[in-house]
């Protein structure tokens, strides 16, 4: 009795035990579920990649002079001034997707262009050397473009594409673009690939003499002729045909390949190939002929034509950037490029900056970039183009020169974004001076300001 | 000469690639000193140094079109 009494207390403690045992496990079960899920939910989780909307207030002013116009044939003043507000808004759509619309203008003055028509009747004589006050004197060029970036849960490849608009009283432009980048070894490696195409046109704009020889004219019967007297040649008779085209086509590929070297070192390289055709040279820009005889009116010399250049333009850019973190105030920050095209160009570019962090507010940067390039095969300047060319510019930008620029900078950092306007918080404010000068007598000043707010 | 400075690049990425710098070893690789592009406060030098120099591109700027420059 005894022995079937303990069996059954057996049977019991042994069910007792696998009901326990069972219960154990259930447990173990759901905590290992639980555990799994956890850890699923980790690898799900990702930070977003704009925490939120950030608004970019930024804005230049830049004035230049120098002596050798493009539209007076290389010789006439270059005075210009230029004032370029911007915004750019940085709007997370989701965790993983941003779209930026940047939108701004470019409002301009400049006395070579208001020489496309010197015969203002002002009180001043036509002069290349004197500003004009015609309606081509000064312009606004605005631009829009919306980019959206799309990045995938890992962070390791990301999607952009890009639309583009830009316009002013002559010239057109609409664009489209993508890139395609990917990330790899811990995120020390990164490739992206781009491309861009614009489709721009031309609204032809002639200089002011050369209109009576277009089609419809009344050549040297034009009422400008009879007008003013003509000096030196009296019987101007142009070498002068209409440009038989109106767009300007651009495509660019772009490799971009950075790499983290070590803890403090990382940099990159680029190569840019793009191909432009279409209407590559500018209507209005006048070409004066070593061989024709000159004719003018008051002290303005009439074109012998426009500057003629080839359709097709192949540019190849090859840069790379090395940035050196040397301690808690120094950074070292380095760039050259190389340029190639196939109108024999060729140029080097050299940059560098060095932040300077004097406080967790300010930095300062110092920088200076040097630029030389090749000339043109189709330049020459003033009066050194003979009339049987088929190509021909007196357009200093396409001539051989090398350019010094200087640079200072500061930015102020407030990573509290204390000061708040309208739920935006000031991130930095940024301001930058350069001063651009090249030894065929062009000088430049440009300064800089922006304001980075982020929303809270 | 010029394979053997393309070779120097390729063995110099592949040699780094060995050793990755861990997400937590890059403090001074995230300082935003270090950013490889450009910054957007210099878009505006980029834009008339396209305007004024006969070359463009491998910068994060322009690189043709978009504007009657070059």
């Known amino acids: 009795m005894e022995e079937k009494l303990a069996e059954v207390a057996a049977v019991i403690k042994f069910k007792v035990m696998r009901k326990t045992y069972s219960l154990r496990c259930s447990i173990l079960f759901i905590l290992i579920t639980s555990l799994t899920y956890a850890q699923d939910s980790t690898a799900t989780y990702k930070k977003r990649v704009l925490e939120s909307t950030e608004v970019d207030l930024l804005a230049s002013y830049y004035s230049q002079e120098g002596n050798n116009a493009a539209v007076t044939g290389g010789l006439g003043t270059e005075e210009l001034t230029d004032a370029a507000p911007t915004i750019v808004i940085s709007i997370p759509m989701n965790d993983d997707d941003v779209l930026t619309i940047d939108g701004g203008i470019s409002a301009y003055t400049s006395a070579s262009s208001s020489n496309v028509n010197p015969f203002d009747g002002g009180d001043n004589p036509a002069d290349p050397f004197v500003a004009s006050t015609g309606a081509s004197s000064n312009d606004v060029w605005g631009n829009l473009t919306g980019t959206y970036s799309h990045s995938s849960d890992d962070r390791n490849t990301i999607w952009t594409g890009k639309l583009s608009f830009s316009t002013e009283y002559d010239y057109t432009s609409f664009g489209f673009g993508g890139s395609f980048t990917k990330l790899f070894n811990e995120k020390n490696t990164e490739i992206s690939l781009n491309g861009n195409v614009y489709l721009d046109s031309w609204k032809i704009i002639y200089p002011f003499e050369l209109r009576p020889f277009t089609e419809g004219g009344q050549g040297i019967n034009d009422f400008l002729f009879n007008a003013y007297p003509l000096l030196g040649n009296a019987n101007y008779d142009p070498q002068f045909t209409e440009l038989g085209e109106k767009r300007r086509n651009s495509y660019s590929l772009g490799l971009n390949l950075s790499q983290i070297f070590t803890q403090r070192l990382q940099g990159s390289l680029a190569v840019d190939l793009v191909l432009q055709d279409g ?42 950037r090395l940035n050196y973190y040397l301690n808690e105030i120094f950074v070292l920050r380095s760039y050259y490029r190389f340029y190639i095209d196939d109108w024999g160009i060729s140029s080097h570019t050299a940059n560098i900056e060095v932040p300077v962090k004097i406080s967790q507010s300010f930095t300062l940067y110092p920088s200076y970039r040097y630029y030389n390039q090749s000339a043109s095969d189709y330049f020459a300047g003033y009066e050194q183009h003979f009339s049987t060319g088929d190509f021909y510019t007196s357009d200093f930008d396409l001539s051989e020169y090398n350019a010094n620029q200087f640079g200072f900078g500061l930015k102020y950092t407030d990573i509290f974004t204390r000061f708040n306007i309208g739920g935006f918080g000031l991130k930095s404010i940024d301001l930058k001076y350069n001063y651009y000068e090249r030894n065929t007598g062009l000088s430049a000043n440009m300064i800089a300001g922006g304001f980075n707010f982020v929303m809270q | 000469m010029k394979l ?62 978009g504007c009657g420059c070059n």
């Open chain 2, 4 to 65: 053997k400075v393309l070779l120097l690049g390729i063995g110099i990425i592949a040699l780094s690639s060995c050793s990755a710098v861990k997400e937590y070893e890059k403090v001074y690789i995230n300082d935003p000193d270090m950013v490889l592009g450009q910054k957007k406060i210099d878009r505006f030098e980029t834009n008339f140094q396209a305007y004024r120099e006969a070359s463009a591109g491998a910068n994060g700027g322009k690189t043709g079109g």
């Open chain 1, 279 to 320: 209407l590559l040279s500018t209507p209005f820009q006048r070409v004066y002929f070593g061989n024709v005889e000159d004719t003018f009116i008051q002290n303005f010399q009439l074109a012998d034509d426009v500057e003629r250049l080839p359709s097709e333009r192949l540019k190849l850019a090859i840069g790379g």
